[in-house]
């Protein structure tokens, strides 16, 4: 089945600074590739999403690029921002719904 | 619009014990699942359903059993709660077959003493 890394498990940056956040999936059949925001007490909430027909996704301060050839994926954040703190989970599946596999997440922690 | 409910929201259980978690969502979402979630492992798949009046096993589904009746349930049920069982479980729902955005309720925590 699919395995997927996801580092680091924990990152502080400077309110203002970027992050970034990297996963590997073993799985060559994985086609689409969400990454998922959890505050505190809540469940986890979708921010961006990849599909293996595209190298690169922008949302305003948030971007996922995809690397197919060496199956890997990243989360950056432009100009974080205190309310940007959060665990920030990756995911890699083949398609379908049921077989979604998450990473074990990165706690995002931005200092004023 | 509420979108994914989960009660209760906390819940202290005996070692044996029995109980349900309870799941509704208002978007009229074909798909539902239950997750666990543990420190430094993720979230991972208990059981899931592809509709009303069908269930199937995802990645963790030894000890828990679960139920659709009505298409906007999905119930998940400990027999004999175990302490391995501790953890906080997410209920999830999709609109479709294909990989798409799964919308998660708040969790309930779970501790068997």
């Known amino acids: 089945g699919e395995n997927v890394e996801q580092h680091p498990s924990t990152l502080s940056v400077q309110e203002g600074d970027s992050a970034v956040i990297k996963c590997t999936y073993s799985?060559?059949?994985?086609?689409?590739f969400p990454w998922y925001k959890q505050e505190l007490g809540k469940g986890p909430q979708l921010i961006i999403d990849?599909?293996?027909?595209?190298g690169e996704k922008k949302d305003q301060r948030i971007a996922v690029t995809l690397n197919k050839t060496a199956k890997h994926f990243s989360l950056h954040i432009t100009e974080t921002q205190p309310e940007d703190s959060a665990v920030y989970f990756c995911?890699?599946?083949?398609?379908?719904?049921?077989?979604?596999?998450f990473g074990t997440g990165t706690r995002l922690q931005v200092t004023l | 619009n509420a979108g994914v409910t989960q009660t209760p929201k906390f819940r202290v259980l005996k070692t044996g014990q029995s109980m349900t978690l309870l799941c509704a969502q208002d978007?009229?979402?074909?798909?539902m699942y239950w997750y666990r979630q543990d420190p430094g492992m993720g979230l991972r798949l208990i059981h899931y359903?592809?509709?009303?009046?069908?269930?199937a096993k995802g990645e963790v589904p030894d000890g828990y059993n679960v139920s659709r009746l009505k298409k906007q349930n999905f119930l998940l049920g400990l027999e004999s709660a175990a302490p391995s069982q501790t953890s906080v479980y997410f209920c999830?729902?999709?609109?479709?077959?294909?990989?798409?955005?799964?919308?998660f309720g708040q969790g309930t925590r779970l501790t068997v003493v």
């Open positions: 978007m009229n979402h074909e798909y």
């Open positions: 990849i599909r293996s027909n595209v």
């Open positions: 995911a890699a599946s083949p398609g379908t719904a049921s077989k979604l596999t």
């Open positions: 359903s592809v509709g009303e009046g069908t269930t």
């Open positions: 799985d060559s059949a994985s086609n689409y």
């Open positions: 999830a729902s999709s609109r479709m077959r294909a990989a798409t955005e799964a919308f």
